[in-house]
């Protein structure tokens, strides 16, 4: 199959649909609403909020909004969603700041996500 713009099927994902890079989800923003930092081992809950009139939730924040009916790991947000963490956190930022979700800072010593996280690459890597 070819398209009209000589591409063919070289940006289509046969299971996932068409592929959108992470930065149009996030409307091109890096950083979450607030800067506000959020912990992998930090919990998520939907407050059962509608959204203001101003603001419009996307599939992902939809995705995200159901699987944080109970309160939820970011770590298994991020593991739900397949989306990389840093376009999580900008989600979760939109949805913090008007009030959709609430979140439970667990109190770590500083570097521990750092450490978890390298953790979790040296088990990877030792398979």
């Keep these: 199959m070819t ?3 000589g591409f063919g099927d070289r940006w289509l994902d046969r299971e996932a649909g068409p592929v959108v890079r992470p930065y149009a989800v996030t409307k091109g923003r890096t950083q979450p609403r607030g800067g506000q930092p959020f912990g992998l081992i930090d919990v ?4 059962g909020e509608r959204p203001p009139a101003h603001f419009r939730p996307g599939p992902e924040h939809r995705r995200i909004l159901s699987l944080c009916r109970r309160p939820t790991p970011i770590a298994d947000v991020i593991f739900e969603v397949d989306l990389p963490i840093g376009v999580v956190r900008v989600l979760l930022g939109d949805l913090a ?3 959709m979700i609430r979140v439970i800072f667990t109190q770590s010593e500083p570097g521990t ?3 978890l996280l ?3 690459l040296d088990g990877l890597e030792s398979l």
């Design 113 to 115: 996500e750092q450490r």
């Design 44 to 47: 998520v809950f939907a407050t």
């Design 118 to 120: 390298r953790m979790v």
């Design 3 to 5: 398209s009209r713009d």
């Design 97 to 99: 700041g008007e009030g």
